[in-house]
């Protein structure tokens, strides 16, 4: 008689989003090795009922109360728990059954459930950036406490850490890659009339509406420095950008004898996500092999901090430190959706960032009460900027 063998639980936080969608089709290809134990999302219902008839899962939450009734009677003829809203994803995260937690949420909203997988002891494969861009230091002293791995998504923090993974010495330097987004050739005066419809043009990578905007603006580049910072326990000037239109290199690690280490390979997020799942293991891939004859070239280049404002803004919020990333993440969220609205100019959102950053007062060590303080007081100034700004 052959011994079953167990299958992870896997619970993924933001299913229906780009990184769901992509974890799914890793847990399909591995399904041996994997199982989905829940699927949760904020409110795409129509696609979380289709994912939850293919997967089966023990339980499905959409975080938006207001869909609860149509979910609960599309699955009501499949033994599925259906729940709604934020507090049942934290409960989610943190049930006994799961092993890995994918925290695949957009912005803010990941930060709570996140602490609540970290608490339960669940390996943490980490897509949220902002969990760390905006509580960088409480996440660090909780996975000290509760001794939980945090396995990065991202795929150039995935690079770093792969550059890492068996190397004893330490970094001299982390080069974090940028594919320079839609606007990277764009003049100042270009950039001045940029549409959403543009800026949700990426020239590499295939992501949600937030993540591209923010690709566009080199903000998500801002956050990834913060995130670095945290997870490779860096200094702020251990850590540099080079913009590298081909996204072939993913990011690289630089040591003290001055040699480079570079992790490699097609843009796919399928491929960091696999590696979060299966680490230390590395799991055969159906994804496309990376062929060196049909690349003609790798280019770099320095990114311009004054097109990209938000780049330099976030790189102030890291030197700064305290509640200062998450103010620049609430504003940054509330821009965002505003300039995808029509509401705000493409430099119109670094203004109010900035602003905002210098009217909030600064904590130097918040706890988690005055994290979630601050990032309702810098919404709201960030709302009422926006507000002042169309009169």
């Not at 420095?225 to 997870?231: P, R, S, T, V, Y």
């Not at 843009?267 to 960091?272: C, E, K, S």
Request: some cysteine.
């Amino acid at each position: 008689m052959s011994e079953q063998v167990y299958k992870k639980q896997i619970a993924v936080l933001g299913s229906t989003g780009s990184i769901g969608t992509q974890a799914l089709q890793v847990i399909e290809e591995h399904a041996d090795k994997y199982e989905v134990y829940a699927l949760t999302s904020n409110n795409n219902v129509d696609k979380l009922i289709a994912q939850a008839r293919k997967f089966m899962p023990d339980v499905v939450v959409v975080a938006n109360e207001n869909n609860y009734s149509r979910l609960k009677e599309a699955l009501d003829d499949l033994p599925i728990k259906v729940y709604a809203g934020a507090e049942a994803i934290c409960e989610v995260a943190a049930a006994e059954p799961v092993d890995i937690v994918l925290t695949a949420m957009v912005g803010y909203s990941g930060l709570k459930p996140t602490i609540h997988a970290i608490k339960s002891g669940k390996v943490i494969a980490l897509a949220n950036k902002e969990t760390l861009v905006v509580a960088g230091e409480l996440i660090n002293k909780l996975v000290q406490q509760y001794r939980t791995p945090i396995l990065p998504v991202d795929s150039e923090h995935s690079a770093v850490f792969q550059c890492l993974t068996g190397e004893q010495n330490e970094i001299e330097k982390v080069i974090l890659t940028a594919s320079g987004g839609p606007f990277r050739n764009y003049s100042m005066k270009q950039l001045e009339t940029v549409t959403p419809e543009q800026a949700l043009l990426h020239p590499t990578w295939n992501m949600g509406a937030k993540i591209t905007i923010d690709s566009a603006t080199m903000m998500n580049k801002g956050f990834e420095m913060i995130e670095a910072k945290w997870l490779f326990g860096v200094a702020p000037e251990q850590i540099d950008v080079v913009v590298h239109p081909q996204s072939i290199i993913h990011s690289m690690v630089q040591f003290k004898d001055g040699s480079i280490k570079a992790q490699m390979g097609i843009p796919d997020m399928r491929l960091p996500i696999q590696y979060a799942f299966s680490y230390p293991e590395r799991l055969t891939s159906t994804c496309e092999r990376l062929d060196f004859t049909k690349i003609a070239a790798l280019t770099f280049e320095t990114p311009d901090a004054v097109r990209f404002r938000n780049l330099g803004l976030a790189y102030e919020a890291m030197h700064k430190g305290g509640n200062m990333p998450c103010v620049l993440n609430a504003a940054n969220e509330v821009v965002v959706e505003a300039f995808l609205q029509d509401n705000i100019s493409f430099f119109g959102m670094s203004d109010v960032i900035e602003t905002a950053m210098n009217r909030l007062s600064f904590i130097a060590t918040p706890t988690y009460e005055e994290y979630v303080a601050t990032d309702e007081e810098a919404r709201r100034v960030a709302y009422e900027l926006i507000k002042s700004i169309n009169k």
